[in-house]
């Protein structure tokens, strides 16, 4: 019941270079095999190339990994029965000694104990649609209100409600960010067609950004939505039925709280032929390296 750093992460930090920490609930439940261990291991690649120590985080046998090497790895993503780790379970998952992928939200909290300011993801959790009557909105979103990350996405996943989840994110006072462009990008696609709150252009913008915000003493890191590549992107236009479709069948089958997300993911998957992974691996390389940038920005920083 420890937390424990792998030496390469231990090592980095303590020399002060920059460190990317990456979720594993996108292994366990976000991508199908073999995609999703070939995918863990391209992101860290991409990491290491952008000159970052990737810190891939998840609870193994009780113990929370800050840095998993290559057999851990592999063996979480041929791992049957994973749970899916946020806030509120995390921590009985590790009292009783369990096997856990973390979400945003968990890998945050670890983020935060090992003093890892920057970590890469696919898409966040956010405000479900219907959630007027579900009440399902992600405890990504609180997450980003108390931990002191910055966390890169490709934006919300259009099967949430992003108007909605654009306002929880501005009542909890987390700053979202679009990289690059006004818009907010919908993870698949490059535009949301909603203005993004904010716009930085640049990583070290970022990671000034990212040190005001403790100037200040305030809780809580920042999104940052990053748009996944032109050539990679399917058109919001092209998607819009196939979420549709994929929200109606999770509502026929009694799909609901934890399991949605991974539900709906693995039914645009079908649905699309496989298109939304590639879009998906290529989102999360590109944040990957962007997760780099702003890292190697962030040691810069005096302090
Ligand atoms: N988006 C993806 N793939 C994923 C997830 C989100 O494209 O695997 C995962 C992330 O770990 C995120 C979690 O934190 O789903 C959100 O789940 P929920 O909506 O149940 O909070
Ligand atoms: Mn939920």
């Known amino acids: 019941m420890t937390v424990q750093l792998s030496p390469a992460v231990a090592h980095a930090l303590k020399t002060r270079k920059p460190v990317v920490a990456l979720e594993s609930t996108i292994i366990t439940h976000g991508m199908p095999r073999p995609q999703n261990l070939e995918t863990a291991r391209a992101i860290e690649a991409e990491v290491r190339k952008g000159g970052a120590e990737p810190a891939t985080i998840a609870v ?39 096997t856990g992928a973390t979400t945003v939200a968990a890998t945050m909290i670890a983020a935060r104990i090992a003093g890892i300011a920057v970590f890469a993801t696919g898409g966040i959790g956010g405000v479900h649609r219907g959630a007027e009557t579900s009440f399902d909105v992600s405890a990504d979103l609180q997450e980003l209100s108390q931990s002191p990350v910055t966390v ?6 259009a099967i949430l409600d992003l108007p909605k989840t654009l306002e929880v994110l501005e009542t909890l006072g987390v700053p979202v ?109 590109n944040n990957a390296r962007l997760a780099a940038e702003i890292a190697a920005e962030m040691v810069k920083l005096p302090g």
């Open 152 to 157: 890169v996405a490709a934006g919300a996943k």
């Open 177 to 285: 960010i679009a990289y690059g462009q006004d818009l907010l990008p919908a993870f698949w696609s490059r535009s949301s067609g909603l203005r993004a709150p904010l716009r930085m252009d640049n990583p070290a913008d970022i990671a000034r950004a990212h040190r005001a915000r403790a100037v200040l003493g305030l809780s809580g890191g920042q999104l940052v939505a990053n748009p996944i590549p032109e050539e990679a992107e399917i058109p919001r236009a092209e998607l819009s039925p196939v979420i549709g479709k994929a929200m109606k069948d999770a509502e026929d089958h009694g799909i609901y709280g934890k399991a949605l997300t991974p539900y709906l993911l693995q039914r645009i998957y079908e649905l699309t032929e496989g298109r939304s992974l590639e879009a998906n691996i290529a989102l999360v390389l």
């Open 60 to 98: 193994l046998d009780g113990t929370l990994c800050v840095g998993l090497d290559d057999a851990q790895l592999e063996a979480l993503a041929d791992a049957k029965g994973v749970a899916k780790l946020s806030r509120a379970d995390m921590a009985v998952c590790m009292s009783e000694g369990r």
